[in-house]
């Protein structure tokens, strides 16, 4: 089974800094679909970004970026221009195009903005 | 377009209780997820749905869970009995059949298990 690492349970950034967020996975298929989800306190999870493997261009969407490495089999979210907004668990997923179409999830890492 | 809906939003019982949650996905979603998170972890998926059909229930504790989604529609999770180590947030999410498309998730039920 595919597994997702998020190494950073906690990070923290200065308002208006930039930060970036780890993920590595481990798969033996060639072609998948990463995500990046965000669930704030108390609020239901929503989708950040996605990547497509058999892309090499890095995904964006607006302040937040991938640097999306496939041999490496790294996936990493930066966020630029931090907003009080974007403190919350932050969870690396990888989806699998075999039968199923299974989600993995990492273990989060938590953000915190400081004013 | 209406989200997954989820109910009831808190629940809490008491040990060898019955639960059960219900799910509503976003309409014309063939695919659906359960998933168990407990505080501080990432989504542990219990049970996956295409239609009305099962995909991936390899991590459901069948002794105590079951699930069903009737009609390929909404679905219903139960637990019976409760053990406190099910106390976590209950997830529901729905998706179109590709592996393109992302999850939509709900805004999951607490349990508490006393």
């Known amino acids: 089974a595919q597994t997702v690492t998020q190494s950073q349970p906690e990070m923290s950034v200065q308002e208006a800094e930039t930060v970036t967020l780890s993920c590595t996975y481990d798969?033996?298929?060639?072609?998948?679909?990463l995500f990046w989800y965000k669930q704030p306190p108390s609020r239901q999870m929503i989708l950040v970004i996605r990547?497509?493997?058999?892309?090499?261009q890095n995904a964006t969407e607006n302040r937040f970026s991938v640097n999306f490495q496939k041999a490496a089999k790294s996936f990493s979210l930066k966020i630029s221009d931090s907003q009080l907004g974007d403190a919350a668990m932050y969870f690396c997923a990888y989806r699998s195009t075999n039968t199923g179409n299974q989600f993995y999830f990492g273990t989060g890492t938590s953000l915190t903005v400081i004013p | 377009e209406a989200g997954v809906a989820q109910s009831p939003r808190y629940k809490i019982i008491e040990k060898r209780q019955s639960v059960a949650f219900w799910c509503n996905p976003i309409?014309?979603?063939?695919?659906l997820y359960w998933y168990q998170q407990i505080l501080g972890q990432g989504p542990k998926l219990l049970i996956q749905?295409?239609?009305?059909?099962?995909?991936?229930d390899s991590q459901l504790p069948k002794d105590r869970f079951s699930a069903e989604r009737l009609k390929g529609v909404d679905s219903t999770l139960k637990i019976q009995p409760a053990k406190l180590e099910d106390s976590a947030v209950y997830l529901c999410a729905s998706s179109w059949g590709g592996p393109s498309y992302e999850q939509y998730f709900g805004p999951g039920t607490r349990l508490t298990v006393t």
């Open positions: 798969t033996s298929e060639s072609d998948y679909y």
């Open positions: 749905f295409q239609n009305n059909g099962v995909v991936d």
């Open positions: 990547q497509e493997a058999y892309k090499q």
């Open positions: 309409s014309g979603h063939a695919t």
